[in-house]
């Protein structure tokens, strides 16, 4: 059975059992349960990867029926600036092409397929355009956006708010937009004050100062280097702190240490797991 057809068949009794997918190491019931309106958000990072390929249609789709907060989804831009739903610089980690993003037009990149293999059986899905993910849940999702320099360039900010605006999405704050190039987050906030934003920081490097002074309202850290102090000193400066995790071998042990900190948002590639051990 592949892993979308695991994650469609158990969907319609998250509400009766948070552990019907994946390996579960928190027991039901360890934790008081959370309000949602207090709980802090789960965010699927790239989709429901741990079911289906990542950052495409049904990845996505999986993750909307379990009930999370925000879909992530990582921008990518063309060669003939289309924006498509893309982690890595190139294609040659989840497709059947190689090669880098900028270097092909859209018709191209739909030429290849997003490739993953479970139970020996090859599952594949086109990579989609962020105009196709919008298309598909338009204003039934909330959805948190990762901008970068395109060749070192501001690129996509005004392409994404266009779309954005089109599909009425700021209108209804709908939309939170991060990104580790602070240039590109205040060129967005130029195109469109009121627009959530997010300052990340890579691993290693973030700085306590800079993150309490700049005029984001979300901080986005790895989870490795969050601290109890940090998360408070932001706290006492009205921001919110988001973890994203890079080691899936630990990223199950330290939603849970962080966890005890507080912190206001998980990037997960576990949402079960994640919703169960914040008892939501």
């Known amino acids: 059975m592949t892993k979308y057809w695991i994650g469609c068949l158990l ?64 921008l990518r831009m063309t060669k003939d600036g289309e924006l498509i739903a893309m982690h890595d610089e190139t294609i040659d980690r989840t497709t059947n092409g190689k090669g880098k ?16 293999l479970d139970n ?68 967005i906030k130029a195109l469109a004050p009121y627009t959530e934003l997010a300052l990340l920081f890579r691993k290693g490097s973030f700085s306590l100062e800079k993150a309490r002074e700049v005029d984001f309202p979300v901080i986005g850290i790895e989870s490795t280097d969050v601290t109890q102090k940090i998360v408070n000193e932001l706290h006492k400066k009205g921001k919110e702190v988001h973890v994203y995790f890079i080691d899936k071998q630990t ?11 507080q912190v206001d948002g998980y990037f997960t590639d576990y949402i079960h797991f994640t919703k169960e051990i914040l008892a939501i």
Not at 39 to 66: C, D, F, K, L, M
Not at 101 to 116: A, G, H, Q
Not at 251 to 261: G, H, N, P, W
Request: charged share 30%; net charge negative.
């Open 11 to 74: 969907i319609p009794f998250l509400t009766l059992s948070l552990t019907s997918c994946g390996d579960m190491s928190v027991s039901e019931g360890s934790q008081p349960r959370i309000e949602k309106e207090h709980a802090p958000r789960v965010i699927a990072h790239r989709g429901a990867n741990e079911w289906y390929n990542e950052s495409t249609i049904t990845a996505y789709q999986i993750a909307a029926e379990t009930g999370v907060d925000s879909l992530e989804i990582d």
């Open 101 to 116: 993003v900028s270097d092909y037009t859209l018709k191209e990149i739909k030429s290849f397929r997003t490739l993953e």
């Open 120 to 187: 020996s059986k090859v599952i594949t899905e086109e990579i989609p355009t962020l105009r196709e993910i919008m298309e598909t849940f338009r204003d039934t999702q909330s959805y948190y956006i990762e901008t970068r320099l395109v060749n070192g360039e501001l690129a996509m900010e005004e392409k994404l708010i266009r779309l954005l605006e089109e599909y009425q999405l700021l209108n209804e704050n709908l939309v939170t937009i991060q990104s580790f190039s602070e240039e590109s987050l205040l060129k």
């Open 251 to 261: 990223q199950k042990e330290e939603q849970q240490r962080v966890m005890e900190y």
